[in-house]
């Protein structure tokens, strides 16, 4: 299968890797160079732009920032966008996390030219990634659905059918807002055990055969040098960026605003991962979070 492949970014990369070692034909475009001489020696081929990387293509898949991004290569500034190039009618499936409006909005304007357009936002971070794992949330019609299964499936794990278009976001968003919160009480608890002595090793395994356990905790541990591998070993360089986190809790709390939805958790959240990004920390991974409680330390 033709597949054109839009973001190569810290998730896009691996994603479209997995798209080429599964056997199919992967065109790629990033507006960095880098990103696509990698992908190049992968055994996928680079396109000058996104409009001649899917030509011809059966199925677009795009891995963007933010909505901004998504609306701008789709719709374009002047209405005239990446939709208007597609009159060979592929599926497209933007992997992106945006907002629902967002979603529904490409997906009307794609429906009104008679294209089938999914929001398919991914969950399992890069690790995910790499190792094809991935959680893929899916929104919109159950043919369209159907029709992109094969292919999530060469990069995911888990796929799922949330419902219509846009419902893809909000299942990611509500899952994103609880990982948020997740983090950040898990560095919390941390924090508090080793200002009162205890080793952060055995606070962490205690607590993950206890019921504090938790994916942040079990699978992504934010203090350093206790999971060997975390993102919190390195430095807390590459993984899931804290930026990144700040904008899908805001996410969650444009959904809450607009639903008149309770979310005093995920508001704490947002405002934990707001201050450690204006704090300089925006381009770290989401879990140093945890040098927020240590603050002071030398080795924070």
């Not at 898949?61 to 998504?70: C, K, Y």
Request: hydrophobic share 45%; with cysteine.
């Amino acid at each position: 299968m033709k597949i054109a492949f839009i973001g190569l970014g810290n998730m896009g990369t691996p994603m479209a890797t997995n798209l080429v070692g599964a056997g199919h034909e992967v065109v790629v475009f990033d507006l960095v160079e880098s990103a696509m001489a990698a992908l190049e020696k992968e055994g996928a081929r680079r396109a000058e732009s996104a409009e001649s990387a899917c030509a011809g293509a059966e199925v677009v898949i795009s891995m963007l920032p933010a909505g901004v991004h998504v609306r701008g290569l789709y719709l374009g500034a002047d209405g005239q966008g990446l939709l208007d190039a597609l009159g060979h009618k592929p599926l497209i499936i933007d992997a992106s996390t945006i907002s629902p409006d967002d979603a529904r909005i490409v997906g009307e304007a794609a429906a009104e030219r008679g294209l089938s357009y999914l929001d398919a936002p991914v969950s399992g971070g890069i690790g995910g990634a790499k190792a094809g794992t991935l959680t893929f949330i899916v929104g919109g019609d159950e043919a369209g659905f159907e029709q992109a299964k094969p292919v999530l499936e060469c990069m995911g794990r888990n796929i799922f059918h949330a419902g219509r278009i846009g419902d893809g976001q909000v299942a990611k968003i509500c899952n994103n807002m609880l990982l948020g919160i997740l983090m950040s009480g898990t560095a919390e608890a941390l924090a508090l055990g080793v200002k009162n002595g205890l080793d952060p090793a055995v606070l962490s395994e205690i607590m993950k055969q206890s019921s504090g356990g938790n994916w942040a905790l079990n699978v992504y541990n934010p203090w350093p040098g206790v999971m060997e591998g975390s993102a919190a070993s390195r430095d807390y360089q590459g993984g899931f960026l804290t930026d990144l986190m700040a904008k899908d809790l805001g996410l969650a709390w444009e959904l809450a605003l607009k639903t008149r939805a309770g979310v005093p958790m995920g508001s704490q959240a947002r405002n934990l991962f707001a201050l450690h990004s204006a704090q300089g920390n925006g381009g770290l991974d989401f879990s140093s979070i945890q040098k927020l409680y240590r603050a002071g330390e030398d080795d924070a």
